[in-house]
């Protein structure tokens, strides 16, 4: 997936190469209801060569190979699924959509790879691609006929068999029947995903057999047990997903925060997890697709970046998100951890906005009114400030300069705790350091401020490495 923002000739180029690929229209103020638009990209609204300002005026596009990804952007980016088009993507029965997600050349092992499985577990011969189940231990996949499916119109759902009372079916295609009846039974409530598939015909429309076309589908699947046989049903609320669309309700959006809160923790202290595990559970519980929400934990990501506190490694800050979804993922952050602070990212977002905007000077306002909050405070320690201050001699024990200026009290340095009293850290000496306010800010909200730490903690000895179980002792 590619974002093309004043980038005229990049997207052409885009388009050039990607001939049944497909194209995501957004306007930049985000005001309009009937976007973002999806489009495929040979459509010639948004890829006529004798047109300009395709993404340079109103509108940016998104690009991509594979349809479920421009969804899972659209819901997590714009707070609703996209529009299709009617003249390219015109809105169809459930089944038509289904076989948009189908393309050719898509491999079993890259489709596997898609759905999170472990790529130790994933083999590259063909006896473990002709599978129709496979289970890694902590994610389910499995093959189904697109043809097979029933009520394409509401919620898709297909039954299984061992089939050992088929005749028709070869030992092989027994064993993997079975193999997948068995797998789907012992699923434990586990997220399931399903590699669709449709077949080759012969000219008189009779089916061969083999696998013409494949694609994941981004919503999960959920599996019950009755009587020897085995239902397989979509995630509800697809239809809503793919075409009514719908803002984040309080719900989901407090459930991707506890969940980005709880992984972070489990980083913090080296427990093993797989946000992909994460991403599938909520997918279930709330009837969107995994990448939805992994999108939605890289606004999450921007929001604490906002904040100027740490972000969970490999969820990089996505920063399309907007004031309003920002001030409402900060407040759930706030409630989830118990820990209450002046709200900041959505006005830093605005004032983003704003600059892009106007150059005219602002009126402002001549009486700004005031609003009272609850913040956390925390009880700090006086001497361990005074000893800091004090051992660093009116120098920044950051860059090692001189203190700015110089107060009643002496040279004025701040005091900054390495791991923030916010996430858990000490107020002790030996996770404090005196430095000036340019690196003070630049340790909460520059680039490469993880490497500035790094940097202190190997040359400053008093200096330890504080874990959850140390904070505030």
């Known amino acids: 997936m590619e974002i093309f923002r004043d980038r005229e000739q990049d997207y052409r180029d885009w388009i050039e190469s990607h001939p049944d690929g497909y194209v995501l229209n957004v306007d930049k103020a985000g005001a309009r209801t009937e976007y973002p638009m999806l489009h495929h990209s040979s459509h010639r609204q948004i890829s006529a060569a004798t047109a300009s300002a395709y993404t340079t005026g109103d509108y940016f596009k998104v690009c991509s190979e594979h349809l479920e990804e ?57 006896t473990f691609a002709s599978r129709w189940a496979w289970d890694d231990g902590t994610i389910i996949v499995a093959t189904v006929w697109k043809d097979s499916l029933n009520d394409l119109n509401d919620r898709p759902w297909v039954e299984f068999t061992d089939f050992s009372e088929r005749t028709n079916l070869t030992s092989a295609q027994h064993r993997r029947a079975k193999e997948r009846h068995d797998i789907l039974s012992k699923h434990g409530g586990r997220p399931i995903r399903v590699i669709l598939q449709t077949q080759w015909k012969d000219e008189k429309g009779g089916v061969v057999g083999q696998a013409e076309k494949r694609g994941l589908d981004p919503i999960v699947w959920s599996a019950s047990s009755a009587g020897g046989r085995v239902r397989l049903t979509r995630a509800e609320a697809t239809k809503k997903m793919l075409h009514q669309g719908g803002d984040w309700t309080e719900d989901e959006l407090r459930a991707a925060v506890s969940a980005y809160i709880e992984m972070r923790e489990k980083s913090r202290t080296g427990e093993p997890f797989t946000k992909k595990a994460y991403y599938d559970a909520l997918a279930v519980e709330f009837g969107r697709s995994p990448k939805a929400f992994e999108f939605r934990m890289q606004n999450i990501s921007h929001v604490l970046e906002l904040m100027g506190r740490p972000w969970l490694p490999g969820l990089v800050p996505a920063r399309n998100v907007g004031a309003n979804v920002a001030a409402r993922i900060e407040g759930l952050i706030a409630s989830v951890e118990g820990k209450y602070v002046p709200p900041v990212a959505a006005f830093a977002i605005t004032v983003r906005e704003a600059s892009k905007k106007s150059k005219a000077a602002p009126t402002g306002v001549a009486r700004p009114r005031s609003t009272n909050v609850v913040v956390t405070q925390y009880a700090r320690d006086p001497a361990v400030k005074a000893w800091v201050l004090r051992l660093a001699k009116g120098f920044c024990e950051c860059c090692r300069q001189a203190a700015p200026f110089e107060t009643a009290d002496g040279p004025f340095l701040e005091v900054h705790h390495l791991r923030l009293l916010a996430e858990n850290g000490s107020d002790t000496i030996c996770n404090a350091v005196a430095i000036c306010p340019n690196c003070h800010r630049r340790l909460h909200y520059g680039l490469g401020a993880e490497a500035i730490i790094e940097e202190l903690y190997t040359r400053i000895s008093r200096l330890r490495r504080t874990s959850p179980s140390q904070a505030n002792t």
């Open 70 to 126: 421009l969804v899972a952007w659209s819901e997590a980016n714009a707070g609703r699924p996209p529009n299709w088009c009617e003249g390219c993507l015109a809105k169809q029965e459930e089944g038509h959509q289904l076989e948009r997600l189908l393309r050719r050349g898509a491999t079993v092992s890259d489709l596997l790879l898609k759905a999170g499985m472990k790529a130790a577990y994933i083999q590259g011969n063909r």
